[in-house]
C-alpha cells in the first residue's frame, strides 16, 4: 500500500503542487470573511450562509481563471500535442523528407515538448494570475463579498474590478493577452514551456511599468487634469498596452532604429523577418519568440526544429530558409535584379547556373563534404555583374544550410509526383488480362496461407480484369475504394486455393459510401460464407500487420502512426482523407480496397492510397463510422479460414 502511495505522489506530485494556493484562498478568504471586524457582521444564520455562498462564487472565479493556463496545458499534453506531432510527420512523409528529417523532428518534439520541462514554468503562471486576481477583487478589501452577499448583484464583481488602480488594468490587459496567446498556441500544436515563462514575465514586466508610470505622472501633477481623471488616463493607457500584441511594438521599434540609422549615417547589418517575402509581423513575432530575430538568423536555423516549434508547414519553413541563404548572401540591389527575373530564392539561383551548366560538384571521392565548382558567366546575368553573381553563388552553395535545403527542396519536387495516391486499375477485358491473372493466381496461396478470409477481387463489368480488391464484411455485404464505385455497381470474386474454372461474380449493388474515408460499401447479390472480423480498437503504431493486396500478395509491415488530414491524389483531384493509418510497404495498382489483418487475423485497415514505400489505410473507426447505419455488419463472428468457402467464386485461373 506504501509503494503504491508513493508511486501515486510522484505521478501527481505537480498537479498537488498547482492546488496548494487554492489553500489560502479558500481557507484564508472565509477567515477574513467571518473573522474580520472591518466587514459588517451578518444577521443571523441566513446572513452567514449568503457569505459563504457568496464567498464561495468569489472564490471559484478566481481559481478557475487562475488555473486556465493548467487547463490549457492539461488538455495539450493529453492530446494536441500528439495530434501535432502526427500532422508534422504526415507531411515529412508526403514531401518524402522522412528519412533525413523523421528522426531529428521525433527527437525535438522529445525535447521540445517534453513533460518534465512544463512544471515550473507553468506554475509561475499559476502563482502569477492567482497574486493578480487576488488583487484585482481584493485591493480595497473583501468588503464587496459583504454587499453582493446582501443583493445578489453580480455588478458588485464588476464594480470590485473597474474601481482598482492602474495596476489593475495592467494586470488584467496581461491576463487577456497571456490567454488569447496561449490558446493559440494550443490550438497551433506549439505550445511549449516557453510560451509560459514568456505570458508570466510579460505580466510582471506589465505590472512593473504600470507602478512606475503611475508613480511618475502622479509626482508630476497636471494643473490640466484632475486627479482621478489622471487614474482614469493611466488605467485606459496601461491597459491598452498590456493588451499590445508584441508585433506592433516590433513593428514600432524596427522602424524607428532604422530612422535613427539613416539619420546618424550607421550601417545596418541586420535585415527585418518582415523584408522577406511572405513574412508577415505576427510570423515574424512568433519566430522572434525562439530567438530568430533577423534575417541573417534565419537562415542559419535547423528547419527541423522549426516545423516543431512553430508548427508552420514545412515547404513554407523551407521557402523561408531558402530566401534567408540568398539575401544574406547579397545587397538590396543585387535582390532587387534578381526577383525581377524571377530569381527569389538560393536554390532558384542555384537552378539558373545548373541549367547553364555553370555549376558542378567539385568534391573529392574521398572527401563527404560536397564542394561546387562555381563557373563565371561569359555576360552579365540577371541584371548582376557577372563576377558578382558567381561570388554571391560560391557563397550560398558552401552555406551549411544550402544542402539540406537543396536535397529537400528536390526531394519535395520529386513527392510532387509521387504523393499518396488511389490504387485502383482501369478496366479491360478477361482476355487481354492474362499476365494479371497470372500475377493474382501467384498471390492466392500467400493469402489463402495467412487465413484470407472475406478477401475478394472486385471488376467494373463481370467478364474484366480485377480493378481493385475487396473485403467482405458480413454475408450480403462487402467493402471496397470508392474508386470502383462510380457506376454504383461492381462485381466481386472470393478466393478459393485450387480453382478449376473462374465462374461468374457475384453482383453489387452500391449501399453507401464515404468520401472522407474513401471506402464504399456494396450489398451483393448473393451472399457469402465468409467474412472478415473488424477489430473494434485502432491499431497504435509499431502493430505488426499483414496487407492482403490482390494484386502484391501478402505483405508484412508495422503501423509507423495513425494520421490526421492525409492528402491523396485522386486522378487530377487531390482529396483527403480524414483519419488514416500510414504503413510501410509498397502496394500496386489494383490493391486499393486491401484488407489490413493484425495477427489475429482480425480487419484492423483497408488500403485506400499507396505512394513508393508507402501506403495509406483507414483504421476500424472510419469503417465502423461507414458501416453504422447498417449495423450488425461486421459485429457477428466469422468461420475460421480452414472451414470456410466462399459461397461465390474464387480468384483468377492460373
Given at each position: ?71 490549457i496545458l492539461k488538455s495539450f499534453l493529453r492530446s494536441e500535442k500528439r495530434r501535432a506531432e502526427e500532422a508534422a510527420l ?87 493577452f497571456a490567454v488569447q496567446l496561449l490558446l493559440r498556441r494550443y490550438l497551433g500544436g506549439d505550445l511549449g514551456p516557453g ?236 482476355a487481354a488480362d492474362v499476365a494479371d491473372s497470372a500475377a493474382i493466381a501467384s498471390v492466392l496461396d500467400q493469402i489463402l ?206
Amino acid at each position: 500500500m506504501a509503494t503504491k502511495a508513493t508511486r501515486w505522489l510522484r505521478a501527481n506530485k505537480w498537479t498537488l503542487i498547482w492546488c496548494l494556493p487554492l489553500i489560502p484562498l479558500w481557507f484564508g478568504g472565509y477567515w477574513v470573511l467571518l473573522a474580520d471586524p472591518t466587514i459588517a457582521e451578518p444577521s443571523g444564520p441566513v446572513g452567514v450562509g449568503n457569505l459563504i455562498i457568496a464567498g464561495a462564487v468569489v472564490f471559484a472565479l478566481i481559481t478557475l481563471l487562475s488555473y486556465a493556463p493548467i487547463l490549457i496545458l492539461k488538455s495539450f499534453l493529453r492530446s494536441e500535442k500528439r495530434r501535432a506531432e502526427e500532422a508534422a510527420l504526415t507531411e515529412l512523409t508526403q514531401q518524402g523528407w522522412a528519412a533525413p528529417l523523421r528522426e531529428r523532428v521525433e527527437r525535438w518534439y522529445r525535447t521540445v515538448f517534453d513533460e518534465d520541462r512544463y512544471p515550473i514554468p507553468a506554475t509561475l503562471a499559476l502563482l502569477t494570475f492567482f497574486t493578480g486576481w487576488g488583487f484585482a477583487f481584493f485591493h480595497n478589501g473583501a468588503d464587496f463579498i459583504a454587499v453582493f452577499s446582501v443583493d445578489g448583484k453580480l455588478v458588485r464583481l464588476v464594480e470590485s474590478i473597474s474601481s482598482g488602480p492602474p495596476v489593475s488594468f495592467a494586470f488584467l490587459g496581461s491576463y487577456f493577452f497571456a490567454v488569447q496567446l496561449l490558446l493559440r498556441r494550443y490550438l497551433g500544436g506549439d505550445l511549449g514551456p516557453g510560451a509560459f515563462l514568456y505570458v508570466t514575465v510579460r505580466t510582471w514586466a506589465v505590472v512593473i511599468l504600470a507602478v512606475v508610470l503611475d508613480t511618475l505622472l502622479r509626482a508630476t501633477p497636471l494643473q490640466s487634469v484632475a486627479a482621478d481623471q489622471l487614474g482614469a488616463v493611466i488605467a485606459g493607457t496601461v491597459f491598452v498596452g498590456a493588451l499590445t500584441p508584441p508585433v506592433l511594438l516590433q513593428l514600432i521599434t524596427t522602424a524607428s532604429l532604422r530612422r535613427l540609422n539613416r539619420r546618424l549615417g550607421a550601417p545596418t547589418d541586420e535585415t527585418s523577418l518582415t523584408a522577406l517575402p511572405g513574412m508577415n509581423p505576427w510570423k515574424a513575432a512568433r519566430l522572434a519568440e525562439e530567438g530568430i530575430d533577423n534575417v541573417q538568423n534565419l537562415a542559419m536555423e535547423d528547419p527541423s526544429r522549426l516545423v516543431v516549434v512553430t508548427r508552420e508547414g514545412g515547404l513554407r519553413i523551407l521557402d523561408w530558409i531558402d530566401q534567408a541563404l540568398l539575401w544574406t548572401a547579397c545587397s538590396e540591389d543585387d535582390r532587387t535584379e534578381l526577383g525581377r527575373h524571377g530569381i527569389r530564392s538560393a536554390f532558384g539561383l542555384y537552378l539558373a547556373f545548373q541549367q547553364d551548366d555553370l555549376i558542378a560538384d567539385a568534391r573529392p571521392r574521398s572527401d563527404p563534404v560536397r564542394r561546387y565548382h562555381v563557373k563565371q558567366p561569359a555576360t552579365d546575368l540577371f541584371g548582376v555583374d557577372a563576377g558578382t553573381l558567381r561570388n554571391i553563388l560560391t557563397g550560398v552553395v558552401h552555406a551549411p544550410n544550402f544542402e539540406v535545403i537543396r536535397q529537400m527542396r528536390e526531394q519535395a519536387l520529386r513527392s510532387a509526383g509521387e504523393m499518396f495516391q488511389t490504387m485502383e486499375r482501369p478496366p479491360s477485358t478477361a482476355a487481354a488480362d492474362v499476365a494479371d491473372s497470372a500475377a493474382i493466381a501467384s498471390v492466392l496461396d500467400q493469402i489463402l496461407s495467412l487465413g484470407g478470409t472475406g478477401v475478394m477481387l472486385v471488376r467494373a463489368t463481370p467478364g474484366s480484369a480485377p480493378t481493385a480488391t475487396g473485403v467482405a464484411v458480413d454475408k450480403r455485404f462487402a467493402l471496397t475504394v470508392i474508386d470502383a464505385a462510380e457506376a454504383g455497381r461492381a462485381w466481386f470474386s472470393g478466393l478459393v486455393s485450387t480453382p478449376a474454372h473462374d465462374p461468374t461474380p457475384i453482383a453489387g449493388s452500391l449501399a453507401a459510401r464515404d468520401e472522407s474515408s474513401r471506402l464504399a460499401l456494396f450489398e451483393l447479390e448473393e451472399p457469402v460464407e465468409s467474412y472478415a472480423q473488424i477489430e473494434e480498437s485502432d491499431p497504435g503504431p509499431g502493430t505488426i500487420v499483414s496487407v492482403l493486396g490482390g494484386y502484391s500478395g501478402v505483405q508484412r509491415s508495422e503501423v509507423l502512426r495513425i494520421a490526421t488530414d492525409v492528402q491523396v491524389l485522386a486522378g487530377d483531384r487531390r482529396v483527403k482523407v480524414d483519419r488514416a493509418i500510414l504503413l510501410a510497404v509498397s502496394v500496386s495498382p489494383g490493391d486499393g480496397g486491401a484488407p489490413v489483418v493484425d495477427e489475429k487475423g482480425r480487419l484492423v485497415g483497408i488500403v485506400v492510397a499507396g505512394a513508393p514505400d508507402a501506403a495509406v489505410a483507414v483504421p476500424p473507426s472510419a469503417i465502423s463510422r461507414l458501416l453504422a447505419g447498417h449495423a450488425p455488419i461486421g459485429q457477428g463472428s466469422r468461420p475460421h479460414p480452414s472451414r470456410a468457402r466462399p459461397a461465390a467464386a474464387g480468384a483468377e485461373g492460373r
